[in-house]
């Protein structure tokens, strides 16, 4: 069973950043590819970014490439989102996500756990 605990969300302005974390339990951290995802009011969950479990392999949606990075640190067992030039359609609530058979996917249906998420609300 993995746990995961995303925090670091928060009211910001337009062209503000924020530093999203997502702390995850168990020993297999490591080993995981993981995602981060997004869901604004009234609209479907999507995909944000991911990353392989080495770090050497991350994915990006368009609407944030350039924008977002994701990290990890696996020592921590933590993944990190940084986002900067925030736009209002960012304001989501923010999910990160653990893909145990270590394949690399933006599909939501592949991720095995989730956390609760995290609301960014990015104001004008």
């Known amino acids: 069973q993995v746990q995961l605990v995303e925090s670091g969300g928060g009211l910001v302005q337009v062209g503000g950043s924020l530093r999203l974390s997502c702390a995850a339990s168990?020993?297999?951290?490591?080993?995981?590819?993981m995602g981060w995802f997004r869901q604004a009011p009234g609209k479907e969950r999507e995909f944000v970014a991911t990353?392989?479990?080495?770090?050497?392999?991350?994915y990006y949606a368009d609407s944030v490439k350039g924008r977002f990075t994701i990290s990890r640190d696996n020592a921590k067992n933590t993944v990190y989102l940084q986002m900067n030039s925030l736009k209002s359609e960012d304001t989501a609530v923010y999910y990160c996500?653990?893909?145990?058979?270590?394949?690399?996917?933006?599909?939501?249906?592949?991720?095995?756990?989730w956390g609760r998420g995290t609301q960014v609300t990015v104001s004008s």
């Open positions: 996500a653990a893909e145990t058979s270590a394949w690399v996917t933006s599909r939501l249906s592949d991720y095995d756990y």
């Open positions: 168990g020993r297999s951290f490591s080993s995981y590819t």
């Open positions: 990353i392989s479990w080495s770090g050497g392999r991350t």
